[in-house]
């Protein structure tokens, strides 16, 4: 497998793609397609499969966003951090519940003291 990176740059109604280590230039209609149009740019122009080509796509200013990337990390980072807390904010609901329902605290009690409904807490079980 072979890594290139390309960067996209939006003119008008299409994303401009170029792949400098190829000196390149393809486009795209979608930004979804940005990276597919890339890869299929470089197997056709370096006559190799196209399953043997990986793209990294960045992206140049949009509409005077200079940091787009590094806010779609950000964005990514904190998505990632949320799912953590999430799943161990679940656990401790789980561990907190089991030990009510140990100490004969109602379900429909334990669905209030954890802020979620009894049907919630049932089906969760």
Do not use: C, N
Not at 21 to 41: H, I, K, N, P, W
């Amino acid at each position: 497998m072979t890594f290139y990176e390309a960067t996209a740059a939006r003119e008008g109604k299409w994303w401009m793609v170029s792949i400098p280590a190829v000196d390149g230039l393809t486009q795209a209609r979608r930004l979804s397609e940005a990276a597919e149009m890339a890869r299929e740019y470089i197997a056709v122009s370096q006559d190799v499969p196209l399953e043997h080509v990986s793209v990294k796509l960045q992206f140049a200013p949009i509409g005077g966003i200079d940091d787009v990337a590094d806010r779609v990390a950000a964005i990514a980072e904190e998505r990632t951090r949320a799912a953590e807390l999430e799943k161990a904010a679940s656990r401790q609901a789980t561990d907190l519940a089991r030990s009510l329902a140990a100490a004969d605290v109602p379900m429909r009690d334990i669905g209030a003291i954890l802020g979620i409904s009894h049907h919630q807490l049932v089906s969760s079980r």
